[in-house]
């Protein structure tokens, strides 16, 4: 299995609302990651976790919230958003050492 | 600071070769990667260098050359469903975390 999946592929919330998304991973990877990416630009770093602790935080706002409850997922809760926020949400796991990342498909959200 | 560049937009003709070009200033440096992403799916892995040279892999090859920070993938025998982004990505040796390069964007013309 070399999947990543995440849930749900398409969000829609309103900036009060507080909502999560979901990865998951059967590969044995002890790092994952959260990535945001906005229309026709590269994926931007926004967490690690490296055996299941936040290793790197890219200077994210606090209104998007990191979770690793076990080796295979990886949870990113979310409340109140800004319109801006509203973009494809990827999240990614590798070897830990070892930076070959493997994406999911991605949560597109929209924050209305 | 980290600096990856890449041309944002190529065009190329069905069955011709393309090569699309990478250099980055970084930090540190651990490995160099080529991701293939289309429109609205996620980044696929297509290559790996961390030692200079070239390393093929069917229709696709990507070559290195650390002293100059520089960086090619090679598309031969070019396709329509290679229309994509292609994205060149360092390890910065900060720890698993790759940085990105703002992407190439492929269109292949009949």
């Known amino acids: 299995d070399t999947e990543v999946t995440q849930t749900p592929k398409h969000l829609v919330m309103g900036m009060t609302n507080k909502k999560s998304l979901k990865c998951e991973q059967h590969m044995g990877h002890r790092a994952m990651y959260w990535y945001k990416q906005k229309a026709k630009k590269p994926p931007e770093l926004m967490f690690v976790?490296?055996?299941?602790?936040?290793?790197i935080n890219e200077s994210v706002p606090s209104r998007f919230s990191p979770e690793c409850p076990n080796s295979s997922l990886l949870n990113l809760h979310l409340h109140a958003l800004q319109p801006e926020d509203s973009a494809l949400y990827l999240c990614?796991?590798?070897?830990?050492?070892?930076?070959?990342?493997?994406f999911g498909q991605g949560t597109r959200l929209t924050v209305v | 600071g980290q600096n990856i560049d890449q041309p944002t937009e190529m065009t190329a003709t069905e069955g011709a070769i393309v090569q699309i070009n990478c250099t980055y200033q970084t930090s540190g440096f651990n490995g160099l990667f080529w991701y293939q992403q289309h429109a609205g799916e996620a980044p696929t892995f297509l290559s790996y260098?961390?030692?200079?040279g070239l390393e093929e892999k069917g229709r696709f090859s990507s070559f290195l050359s650390r002293s100059k920070g520089y960086s090619y993938l090679l598309l031969k025998e070019l396709q329509m469903k290679d229309s994509a982004s292609y994205l060149c990505?360092?390890?910065?040796?900060?720890?698993?975390?790759?940085?990105f390069g703002g992407g190439t964007r492929l269109m292949v013309k009949p």
């Open positions: 260098n961390v030692l200079d």
């Open positions: 976790y490296s055996y299941e602790k936040l290793s």
């Open positions: 990505a360092v390890d910065n040796n900060a720890g698993n975390m790759l940085t």
């Open positions: 990614a796991s590798s070897r830990q050492g070892y930076t070959e990342a493997f």
